[in-house]
């Protein structure tokens, strides 16, 4: 149980530092950490920043991530997975998922199943500070028989079968935003998974977002500001920071950059030179945008804007 | 008029479209899953609403999504929430189908996404997959399920080496009531060849429907048990023009359906953000 003072003395105006300083001092060697987003919003530029540090040893608890869980398991920063779904939905399995799983290249990797729903369960159980919650997913699955820290129980009101399932509460999560304050008041446009109770549920949080904005601006639209400040210790301002996934109302998803990836990083000498190229090769979030190319991520806005525009 | 020219998983989608009804909650994943569903949209199906797990609830579908989580899974949507919520709308019981995909699945409709590893170790498999993802959730909860895959001896197997998501398990009767579930299971398994329905008694899955030009005996020898037949086995229409065009517009570049080689068909980006604007399904909202 985390005390209930734990968290106070986090307030102030400014929490804006550098991505460089935000991953250094959050994501320490063996921490356990959670990303915001649903694949869309996904947080790749922080995971390149933790593999430019060589970060090792981490556990990420957390439901569907494959984009950066596959860049960092093919990294060797991942000891242990405990989540839903690594794949790449229409462009096909994870090459470095598969590799260290079946191979133990580079290195292997614990893996607990769980179920979408159990994971977003588990997180509302941080959320709230108490040990677990209830659901009715997974029974009869054989989720169940590999993953014993689900407690089938029959309920204690009417009886029936129900999945116990453990509260999460993570070192750190990492969140991309649309926009936030200096203070840490971010607000999210379209879908948002998990992200509201990720950061509850979280020792620490950094928000990385596209702008920020005064806290003037926050104060007009409330109700959008899903993560409120008191939830967040360090705020990034880092524009196209989930390319090449997509961020509402900021840019496409870049199907076609995704598949490259996916299409070199079939076999470990093409992942690494993926890595050598735009992870290694590249200086901060800033020089990985240069190698792109800003015409490019251009275009990602122009293709979003026509379908979806944040309403500020 | 029927088009006689198309690829067996454009049938895949043509049929799956057809087993939602209109005014129908579906919760959708991504592939030939979304495509159906936008299909349905465009013909009997007007008012059917998409739900995504990654939150989003009733959105207007301009262009395809490679992932559920995509920015474009929002477009104009209805509703945008959050996962938990999402879920929890799962079990309230609002959402009446969901689409399903899978590596493996047995004669109850049981379904494996997470690894293969035969006689072997699920933590050294052969192949390791996704994982569940919503799929056990969906399959768990939702009122009913459409099961679509390719018709695959290695597919449709006598059993799975991991079930991630139940169908009716042993295929005793109240099997899923036992075990908590509150969905009704899987009520049809669309493939590339032929579709096939589950007995109300025995739950067991038969042969309900045949494509155009596909045999019995392929149809059982991709099967891995002893198939049963409907005593009323049906042969589908082809195609009309009319839906393999929406089809094809609905997936424009051809990703979807195509799969991975089409990329390499295209130009770069330029090309893909023309083909995707120039082919947005844009009705007056």
Known sequence: MMSVSSKVGSNNANKVMSLKDAVSK?????????????????????VHEIIRQGIKGLTVIDDSKTDIMDLLVGAGCIKRWEGAYLGYGAIGLAPNIRRAVEKGVPQPIEVEDWSNAAISMRYLAGALNIPFMATRSMLGSDILKYNKRIKVINDPYEGKPLALVPAVRPDVAFIHVQRADAMGNAQVWGFTGNDENKVRAAKHTVITCEEIVSPEEIRRNGNLTIIPFYCVDAVVQVPYGCHPQSCYGYYAYDVLFCGEYHKTSSTREGFLKWLDTYVF???DHNAYCNKVGWSRLQKLTYLERQFNRIHA | MDGRNYTPAEMMAIMTCKEFKDWENVFVGIGIPLVAGILAKRFHAPHLSLVYESGSIGPEKMRVDFNVGDSSAADYALSLSSE????????CGFYDVGVLGAAQIDRYGNLNTTAIFGEGDYYKPKVRLPGSGGGNDIGSSVGRVVVMMKLERHRFVEKVDYLTTPGFLDGTPGARERAGLLGDGPSAVVTDKALFYFDSETREMYLDTIYPGVKIDDVKASVGWDLKISKDLKTAPFPTEAELNALRTADPANLIMGGARERDNLSGIDEYVKITLENAYRKEI
């Open chain 1, 26 to 46: 959050y994501a320490v060697d063996g921490s356990t950490i959670c990303f915001g987003g649903f694949i869309g919003r996904d947080c790749v530029a922080v």
């Open chain 1, 281 to 283: 090769g590249c200086e």
């Open chain 2, 84 to 91: 938990w919520h999402v879920f929890g709308d799962l079990q």
